[in-house]
Nanobody, 126 residues
C-alpha cells in the first residue's frame, strides 16, 4: 500500500509557473507507475500526465503538451509536475495517483489507478 501527499499548488498569474510535488510513503515507490490528474468544479476528473516506474516513458494530455513536464525521483519517493505557461483553463484541483504496473507501462485512465492523494488546488485567474 502507498500513501500520497501532494503539495505546491497555489494562485499564479496567467503565464506563470508552478511545480507540484507528490510524496509517497513506503519503500516500494519504484514499483508504481504514477499519474497526475485534475478536476475542475463541475467537471469530471481528467488525465494530465503519466510516468512509468523508472521515468523512461511519459505521456501527456494534448492540452498540456509542451507546457507541463512530469518527472520522478525514486530515491526521494516523489513525483513532480512542472507546469509552465499556465492558463486560466488549467485551474483545478490536481491529484497524483499510483498503480503497480510492469516496467515500461503507464496508465492514463482514472479507473486504472488504485491509490490517490488528497489533491492540491491550482488557480490561474483570467
Amino acid at each position: 500500500q502507498v500513501q500520497l501527499v501532494e503539495s505546491g499548488g497555489g494562485l499564479v498569474p496567467a503565464g506563470g509557473s508552478l511545480r507540484l510535488s507528490c510524496a509517497a510513503s513506503g519503500r516500494t515507490f519504484s514499483s508504481y507507475a504514477m499519474g497526475w490528474f485534475r478536476q475542475a468544479p463541475g467537471k469530471e476528473r481528467e488525465f494530465v500526465a503519466a510516468i512509468c516506474r523508472n521515468g523512461g516513458i511519459t505521456s501527456y494530455t494534448d492540452s498540456v503538451k509542451g507546457r507541463f513536464t512530469i518527472s520522478r525521483d525514486n530515491a526521494k519517493n516523489t513525483v513532480y509536475l512542472q507546469m509552465n505557461s499556465l492558463k486560466p483553463e488549467d485551474t483545478a484541483t490536481y491529484y497524483c495517483a499510483a498503480v503497480a504496473l510492469p516496467l515500461g507501462r503507464i496508465a492514463i485512465m482514472t479507473s486504472t489507478y488504485n491509490y490517490w492523494g488528497q489533491g492540491t488546488q491550482v488557480t490561474v485567474p483570467s
